[in-house]
């Protein structure tokens, strides 16, 4: 199945030694064409080269001889080509960011990977817009976009397929996906979508038959748009309110993970519709819920903030219905069977899971069984045909927040806790903990890898590891 994800790619210049956006060729995080990886390395050991980055939590991507990657220095929003055999800076770019977007502690204004289409480059900068850089560095063309309204910040990372550049803008008012010609930068088609504060980067799938669909993952629902003029073809209900972790295909399924704080299994709390609400606590009779209103059963567990989507204060019925929905909906990963349009979600789920996920990683699905890297240092794996639990187990040595999403490599997965904690497993059902290397430096950025050579971002370097020749 990955064979027709990558075709497109290849037709555009790309080889299979490039690795052109986030996880790489189709976003699922594997190089079944690399070379086997050592397990043991460090800042000291392994390291092929090093070379100082700006601070930023994007991702690398590689192209032909070529590094690509962003940060941010002051007022500067900064684009940096490295070379790949080196680390040498060939160029760097940078463009002045007209605004400051709110954004989550854990958030960075350069946290979204860029993404190619062979021959040039696509970045967006929240605090921006889009850009276009041709590989010599040359600015094309730019798409100022913003400001935006979201609780944590706006940080997926943009996609390309067939000559358009893929962006979702989830936020708590006016959301929406668009796709941009990738040689002109003018918008094709913009579409509003009815989420709120969602973070997680969507996938390209290319069907035997059909459009090419855009899955992009949004509060409580997932939905396929056709990347001809953005229409709607199928959607599955029953996500959890802010998702992170970018969707992924293995064979005819898509796997998806979902968290949220107040989530779990068992926290679910039913409140009443907005109509009952204000019959009942509406004193002054304005239509709005202001929080002194409220009795204690239906206050907000977090900050009003959170619900107050509009941030006047008080909650109107479509914010109270966001709430209320919140309130009642359910962590989990699943595994969607793809094919068909309209609701799939009582056809096409083949499983959930719900105990122990992760926050931000991405799953990795290999050999039949899905990867699931929880904060704190827990390790799942499942059966990717039923959900079963095969092992969950504590990474002993890195027990820290994660962030970046696992890879795998020549019969190993590769991921990277908060605090710079490289963990390597054996890349079975029954995995077992080969390695953890210790950077000594916060890493958030999701590795690359290519032809025997990993390409690690801490919050202040770039590294490529690699055997020692």
């Known amino acids: 199945m990955r064979t027709f994800l990558l075709l497109p790619l290849l037709a555009l210049g790309l080889s299979a030694a490039d690795w052109?956006?986030?996880?790489?060729?189709?976003?699922?995080?594997l190089c079944p064409s690399c070379s086997p990886l050592p397990s043991e390395f460090g800042p000291d050991k392994n390291v092929l080269w090093k070379t100082a980055l700006p601070e930023g939590k994007s991702s690398p991507i590689l192209v032909n001889d070529r590094i690509f990657l962003t940060g941010a220095e002051g007022d500067d929003l900064v684009t940096l080509c490295l070379n790949r055999s080196t680390g040498k800076e060939l160029w760097r770019r940078a463009i002045r960011a007209p605004k400051r977007e709110a954004q989550h502690t854990l958030n960075h204004r350069a946290a979204p990977t860029p993404t190619t289409d062979g021959r040039n480059l696509y970045i967006f900068f929240a605090d921006f817009g889009l850009i276009s850089y041709d590989f010599e560095g040359k600015q094309r063309w730019q798409l100022p976009l913003g400001p935006f309204n979201s609780q944590h910040g706006i940080v997926a990372s943009p996609v390309y397929a067939d000559g358009k550049v893929v962006l979702v803008c989830d936020q708590d008012t006016d959301a929406f996906i668009l796709a941009v010609d990738a040689n002109s930068g003018k918008i094709a088609w913009q579409v509003p979508r009815e989420v709120i504060n969602g973070y997680a980067t969507p996938l390209i799938y290319r069907p035997a038959s059909g459009p090419v669909q855009i899955i992009a993952p949004g509060s409580y629902q997932l939905t396929a748009y056709s990347l001809n003029d953005g229409k709607t073809l199928w959607f599955v209900r029953g996500l959890t309110c802010q998702p992170k972790s970018a969707p992924i295909i293995a064979g005819d399924t898509l796997y998806f993970n979902g968290w949220t704080p107040g989530?779990?299994?068992g926290q679910q709390v039913e409140l009443p519709a907005f109509a009952e609400v204000a019959a009942t606590a509406d004193a002054n009779r304005d239509g709005k819920l202001a929080q002194s209103e409220l009795p204690p059963p239906w206050q907000p567990t977090g900050t009003w903030r959170a619900i107050?989507?509009?941030r006047d204060g008080v909650l109107n019925e479509r914010e109270w219905t966001f709430f209320r929905t919140?309130?009642?909906?359910?962590?989990?990963?699943m595994a969607i069977k793809l094919g068909g349009s309209g609701d799939l979600t009582s056809t096409n789920v083949r499983w959930r899971y719900e105990k122990s996920l992760p926050d931000v990683p991405a799953p990795l699905v290999l050999n039949d069984v899905v990867f699931l890297i929880r904060s704190g240092g827990i390790a799942t794996t499942l059966n990717a045909q039923t959900g079963k639990v095969i092992k969950q187990g504590r990474l002993t040595g890195a027990l820290e927040d994660y962030y970046s999403s696992p890879i795998a490599v020549g019969g190993k997965i590769y991921?990277?806790?908060?605090?710079?904690?490289?963990v390597v497993l054996s890349a079975t059902g029954e995995w077992e903990i080969l390695a953890v290397n210790d950077f000594d430096s916060d890493i958030f950025a999701t590795p690359a890898v290519s032809e025997g050579r990993m390409y690690l971002r801490t919050k202040t370097a770039l590294y490529a590891i690699g055997a020692a020749r």
Request: glycine residues 16%; aromatic residues 0%; charged residues 30%.
């Open 20 to 29: 052109p956006q986030l996880r790489g060729p189709d976003g699922a995080g």
């Open 263 to 265: 989530n779990d299994a």
């Open 308 to 310: 107050d989507l509009d």
């Open 326 to 333: 919140r309130r009642a909906a359910r962590n989990g990963a």
């Open 415 to 422: 991921v990277a806790s908060e605090h710079g904690k490289v």
